[in-house]
C-alpha cells in the first residue's frame, strides 16, 4: 500500500499521531508512506522514522518539493503551501506506481484500508474521492465552483490514479491553474480539483473514509421522503422543532464504525488541551488522545511535542 502525506514542522505532533495510527491499523500490512515536504528539520524525519520502526513492513521514503513553487502561491493562516505538496509529488514518484493515497495530517485510522486503496479505477478516473460531508448532507452547497447537481468533494482523502495522471500531464495543468487563479478559490487547490475533475472522480462513503468530527442527527422528515439528510446546527438549537420527533442522533454509530476520523477546521483535539471544548468534538476527541497516549508509551525516546 503506497500512502502520501504532506507536513511541516509546525503540524508534526498531529503527523506523528496520524502516522502512528496508520501503522497500528495495518500491522500485518506492507506499507510504504511517501512525505512531501520542504520545511522539515532532521529530528522531525527521525521523529517519523521512529515511529514507523516499531512496526514491521513499512518504510518511509523523502519527497523534498523544493523552493520553487513557494514564489507562484500564496499561503494563508488557514492553508499552509502543504496543501499543494499532495500535487507536486506526483511527478516525484516511481514511475512504475499506478496508485497512491493521499491522506491529510490531521486525520486518524481507525481501520485497515486495504479495501478502499484497492477499489477499481475507471481508466478515466483520475481520483476516488469522499463528497464534502458539509454540503448535501448538511443542506449546504456545492461551493459554487462546480454545476448546482454535482457533488463537491473533499481533498483530504484521494486515491490518486498515477497512471491517468501522468498521461494527461495533468500536474501541469493543475499547477498552472493554482497559480493562475488562486485568488478566485476560497478552497485553493480543493475548488481547483473540483472545478477540473468533478465530473470524471469516483465517490465512496465519507461516513467511513472523511468523517467529520461533528454531531449526525438524522432527519427523520427529509428521510420520510427518501432522503438522506443530517440536521444542520440551526436546526439542533431551533426550540420550534421538536427534537426528539425530528432527530435521530447517529453520532456514535458513525463514529464506531468509519474507517478515518478527519479533525479538519478547528475541530481539532489538541488545540483543546487546556481549554473547553466543544461537546461535539468531545465525542472525538478520547479516541485522538488514545492514540497519542499510546504513542508515547509505546515509542521508547520519543519527544512529546
Known amino acids: 500500500m503506497n500512502i502520501l502525506i504532506a507536513a511541516n514542522t509546525k503540524f508534526m505532533g498531529p503527523t506523528s499521531v496520524m502516522v502512528y495510527s496508520l501503522c497500528c491499523s495495518h500491522r500485518d500490512t506492507e506499507v510504504d508512506i511517501y512525505l512531501a515536504y520542504h520545511d522539515l528539520r532532521g529530528q522531525d524525519i527521525e521523529r517519523l522514522q ?12 523523502l519527497l523534498d518539493v523544493g ?6 502561491v500564496v499561503a494563508t493562516q488557514r492553508f499552509s503551501y502543504e496543501t499543494y505538496y499532495r500535487i507536486l509529488a506526483i511527478d516525484m514518484l516511481p514511475k512504475e506506481m499506478k496508485r497512491i493515497l493521499y491522506l491529510d495530517a ?8 486495504t479495501e ?20 448535501p448532507t448538511r443542506g449546504g452547497n456545492n461551493r459554487g465552483v462546480i454545476p448546482e447537481d454535482c457533488l463537491y ?29 488562486q ?3 476560497p ?25 467529520f468530527p461533528q454531531w449526525w442527527k438524522v432527519d427523520m422528515e427529509a428521510l420520510s421522503h427518501g432522503e438522506i439528510r443530517y440536521a444542520s446546527y440551526p436546526d439542533m438549537n431551533n426550540s420550534s422543532i421538536n427534537q426528539a420527533e425530528r432527530f435521530v442522533d447517529a453520532t456514535r454509530q458513525m463514529r464506531d464504525n468509519a474507517y478515518i476520523i478527519h479533525y479538519l477546521a478547528f475541530f481539532k483535539p489538541w488545540l483543546y488541551r487546556d481549554k473547553p471544548i466543544y461537546s461535539d468534538l468531545k465525542m472525538y476527541a478520547g479516541l485522538w488522545f488514545d492514540c497519542e497516549r499510546e504513542m508515547y508509551e509505546n515509542v521508547d525516546g520519543l519527544e512529546r511535542l
Open 50 to 61: 521512529k515511529i514507523m520502526s516499531c512496526f514491521g513492513l513499512k518504510k518511509l521514503h
Open 67 to 72: 523552493e520553487e513553487f513557494k514564489s507562484k
Open 106 to 113: 490531521d486525520m486518524l485510522v481507525k481501520k485497515d484500508l
Open 116 to 135: 478502499v486503496y484497492e477499489t477499481p479505477m475507471n481508466e478515466r478516473c483520475p481520483f476516488v474521492v469522499c463528497a464534502d460531508m458539509m454540503g
Open 153 to 181: 468533494f473533499n481533498a483530504g482523502f484521494m486515491l490518486m490514479n498515477l497512471e491517468y495522471l501522468r498521461k494527461r500531464n495533468s500536474v501541469g495543468y493543475i499547477l498552472d491553474a493554482f497559480c493562475r487563479e
Open 183 to 185: 485568488n478566485r478559490y
Open 187 to 211: 478552497y485553493l487547490d480543493q475548488d481547483v480539483l473540483n472545478h477540473m475533475y468533478y465530473d470524471k472522480v469516483q465517490f465512496v462513503p465519507w461516513s467511513l473514509y472523511n468523517l
